[in-house]
């Protein structure tokens, strides 16, 4: 007997209604089960990659460890992420070499904060500019330029403390320098992470980027603080002019799209101006600056200090300077870590707000701590805290900006 295709079809759609119920039964407890092995479910999700424009399926909602590193699965990325990790242990053994040293030919906490001021001015200043030529011109080539440029700082900081003639306008000049040459190398390079990868993983990248900027000051300072006593400052300050070619390799290798040009041909000084304009407009990236300028300002500067502190109030070398910083940069690795792993199940808003208090109840404990080992406990709930809060704004910050 022949039955009709439209009665088979309608014989086929009966069958899977009456085991429609007994599915989702099923799948209802298999969920459960899920739960109670805190395993969480994994759905997929059709996101278009940012650069190619192909639709990819990824996971949505999946925690584990392998989730973890995913942003590595960008060739261009990889690249710029092993480079930074060498070149950012260099600039953290140059950083802690540099304020010990400052501390160590004048004596002078005031010095100590005009160093790190006279160098984040510039930064804060050229960054409005920077951003407009990020916008403009390719970014891996404004990179590559303010790497060398800091390159060359490293390089002759180092020969000033070798042959004796740095002092402290001396340092003071290469610090505005540097700033100079950061200023241009912020904004490029946190654009530049949205091409590197693409729009799903970009909380993931940001996170290991921040991973890898502190664990560079648990390795950096740890390092510095053994050298600074043994072989001397400038090795220190020549080994940071080395790990920058490291970044730079990495970033002459990736292989990019071409560069799309802005429909606007406005002037830079126009177009820092609209970028002003629309911070200020735009409520949530007006508050993410508001606050990271207020953090920045008041809170982050506490490493400024930190070689009194080791020195006058806890009675420590630069060994015991160095392991001050790496318990904040400790903390903050772990801090990056957990962020991968699991940042898209809380909100960035509370993570921000967590990590700021959290913060700031540390800092306060370290301001009356007379132990050295509870200076480092708190340092690393600080370093911990801080990071919540400039990976999670950073990344609300990137995405608003990226929509505009």
Known sequence: MII???????????????????????????????????VATTE?????????????????????????????????????????????????LQQTAMSWFVYEITGSKFLLGAVSAIGSAPMMIFSLWGGSLA???????????????????????AAGAHL??????????????????????????QAFTVEMTSREDLLNAISLNSSIFHAARVIGPSIA?????????????????????????????MKLPPQMQLATQASPLEHAWKGIVYSVRHPRVRTILLLFFVVGVFGWS?????????????????????????????????????????????????????????FSAAMTAVAFARS????VAFLFLAGFGMLLFFATSNTVFGRSSSAR
């Open 372 to 375: 050295f080992y509870l200076a």
């Open 4 to 38: 009709p295709l439209a009665s088979c079809r309608r014989l086929q759609a009966d069958r899977l209604a009456a085991c429609a119920p007994a599915t989702e039964f099923a799948e209802r407890i298999y969920r459960i089960q899920l739960k109670c092995r805190f």
């Open 44 to 92: 997929t999700a059709r996101i278009p990659e940012d650069i190619t424009g192909r639709a990819r399926r990824v996971p949505v909602g999946e925690v584990n460890w392998r989730t973890t590193f995913r942003a590595l699965r960008h060739r261009n990325y990889r690249l710029f992420f092993y480079g930074q990790l060498v070149s950012l242990i260099g600039t953290w």
């Open 302 to 358: 506490y490493t400024v200090l930190m070689p009194a502190l080791a020195r006058d109030v806890l009675g420590r070398g630069a060994n015991g300077y160095g392991i001050l910083i790496s318990a904040s940069g400790a903390g903050a690795l772990i801090g990056a870590l957990i962020v991968a792993a699991y940042g898209h199940l809380v909100t960035a808003r509370k993570l921000a707000f967590s990590g700021v208090y959290l």
């Open 135 to 157: 916008d403009r011109y390719p970014k891996r080539s404004i990179l590559i330029g303010t790497q060398a440029a800091q390159m060359f700082c490293a390089f002759v900081l």
């Open 225 to 253: 603080g053994l050298m600074i006593g043994t072989v001397g400052i400038a090795i220190c300050f020549f080994l940071n002019g080395l790990s920058f070619i490291a970044v730079i390799a990495g970033l002459m290798m």
């Open 164 to 189: 004796g003639f740095a002092n402290a306008n001396f340092i003071i000049v290469i610090a505005a320098l540097n700033g100079i040459a950061m200023g241009f190398d912020i904004p490029a390079r």
